[in-house]
């Protein structure tokens, strides 16, 4: 019984590392989509706010 069970854990152990590899990667393309939306608002927010800003600097004069 001893002899079937070891194949069955280097089994599981890759399984198990396979997993980890994998959330670590899924972890990894997160964090840049999370990186780049947020470099995007701020983009955003600057071309919103600059034509805002421009137009009332000229309204002043």
Known sequence: MG???APLVGTVN???ADFESQCSHQEEVLHRIW???RRWR???RWIVLF???ACSSINRR
Do not use: C, H, N, R
Request: charge should be negative.
């Open 14 to 16: 890759k399984s198990w």
């Open 42 to 44: 701020l983009v955003f």
């Open 3 to 5: 002899d079937e069970s």
């Open 51 to 53: 034509p805002t800003t």
């Open 35 to 37: 990186y780049a939306l």
